[in-house]
């Protein structure tokens, strides 16, 4: 009896400890304090049809909820545990998801302290016969991420520097970051 005890608190903390963590994105102009060794995700989602939750796994298991995931063109920072992430699952409702996120092109690392850009993401769903048939990308758009940060978070963007941490190799905000600022008189 006391072994059927025992194996079920097991199960149960297992159970629990791979839920996902719920994050909501930040709103305009309200800024999160960043807590230690924790840095900002930036992630757009472009999508033609409503999700339910995009689902990162990683460092820490984060769940971003439905109400960041209208469909639209949509912004996404949150404050992360710094680290490496994926994008593991994608909910559309209760019965229909998308999970075989395993290359490389859907990682993104959080780095402390920083703005870390991880690309469009990009999904479009169509219909083929009678099913339902997604597209999806991650796609890296810095200089569109950038005019967003400078239009609605110009607060955090002036305490935190921005980099893109997805797929691939790219300067660009060290390219800006390195410009001398411009003189108003000019």
């Not at 903390?13 to 960043?34: F, G, N, P, R």
């Not at 569109?144 to 797929?167: R, V």
């Not at 691939?168 to 905000?173: A, R, V, Y």
């Amino acid at each position: 009896m006391l072994r059927i005890k025992l194996i079920s608190l097991i199960l149960c903390m297992l159970v629990l400890s791979s839920c996902a963590t719920k994050v909501e994105s930040i709103d305009q102009e309200s800024e999160v304090a960043l807590q230690e060794k924790q840095g900002y995700l930036l992630l757009a989602v472009d999508t033609n049809r409503s999700l339910q939750e995009i689902i990162l796994t990683g460092t820490k298991r984060i769940a971003l909820s439905e109400k960041d995931l209208k469909s639209g063109s949509n912004y996404i920072l949150v404050p992360l545990p710094v680290g490496q992430y994926e994008i593991s699952k994608v909910t559309f409702n209760n019965y229909a998801y998308l999970k075989d996120f395993e290359d490389d092109i859907w990682a993104f690392t959080v780095e402390e302290n920083k703005i870390n850009y991880a690309g469009h993401l990009k999904m479009n769903s169509y219909v083929v016969w009678y099913y339902v048939a997604s597209r999806m990308s991650l796609n890296n758009n810095s200089s569109i991420a950038l005019e967003f940060m400078e239009d609605k978070f110009s607060n955090i963007l002036l305490n935190h520097p921005m980099t893109y941490s997805g797929p691939g190799e790219e300067n660009f905000f060290e390219l800006i970051n390195s410009q001398p600022a411009k003189k108003d008189s000019e």
